[in-house]
Every structure is written in C-alpha cells, then in structure tokens.
C-alpha cells in the first residue's frame, strides 16, 4: 500500500488542523492504521492508533483529548484532527499501515508501510 499525507502547515498555538492520509493500492481495510511524528533531532513517537475497522483508538498521553484519530474505509483515508495544538507538537507527521491480521500496536517499528510526513508547525 502506497500513503500520502495532507493538511501540514502553520497555525498559532491554540489553532486547529486536520490531517488527511490517503492509501493507494490496496485498500486500508486490510490494515491497522497509526500516526507518529517525528521532531527535529528526537525520535519518531507515537500519536494516535486505530484498528482496521474503528473499533479500538489508543492515544499518546501528550495528545490525548485534543487529538482524534478516525477513518473513512470507503474513502480510503485516515484522518487526525488536532485541535488546542501546542508549540511542542511541532513535527513532521507520518501515517502508517499494519496488517489486520497482526497485533495492534504502537510501536512504529511494528508498522512496515510509511507515507513521506507532512509537517506541522505550531507558532506561540
């Protein structure tokens, strides 16, 4: 499955985005689906996690309560919506696949297909 990210840019603190990843060919059905980010100079962490058919979303602590992780099987595309953004959540954002037939995890060395990240930069 090939995935490309939407809806990076710059927002003042406080704002809102909502990002947008879309699969090509195969459908996202088949998949667990995550977003991770990345900071410059730290490591790619976890954000949010939704199983193939929505039934269970896991969060980061750091994220929890401002951000929704959802998505449209039909439309091929997973979403995060990140409201009361915060300067520290500044990253280049990255969707990521999982077949459903393994464990849902959070880990983004369990996640083998990776889109190229939109960067998300939040001003104080």
């Known amino acids: 499955v090939q995935l490309v990210e939407f809806g990076g840019g710059l927002v003042q603190a406080g704002g809102s985005l909502r990002l947008s990843c879309v699969g090509s060919?195969?459908?996202?059905?088949?998949?667990?689906m995550g977003w991770f980010r990345q900071a410059p100079g730290k490591e790619r962490e976890f954000v949010a996690v939704i199983s193939w058919g929505s039934a269970r979303t896991y969060y980061s602590d750091a994220v929890k309560a401002r951000f929704t992780i959802s998505r449209d099987n039909a439309k091929n595309t997973l979403y995060l919506q990140m409201n009361s953004l915060k300067p520290e959540d500044t990253a280049a954002y990255y969707c990521?696949?999982?077949?459903?037939?393994?464990?849902?995890?959070?880990?983004?060395?369990?996640?083998?297909?990776w889109g190229r990240g939109t960067l998300v930069t939040v001003s104080s």
């Open positions: 990521a696949a999982r077949l459903r037939e393994d464990e849902l995890t959070q880990q983004p060395s369990d996640f083998p297909s």
């Open positions: 060919g195969r459908a996202l059905s088949s998949y667990h």
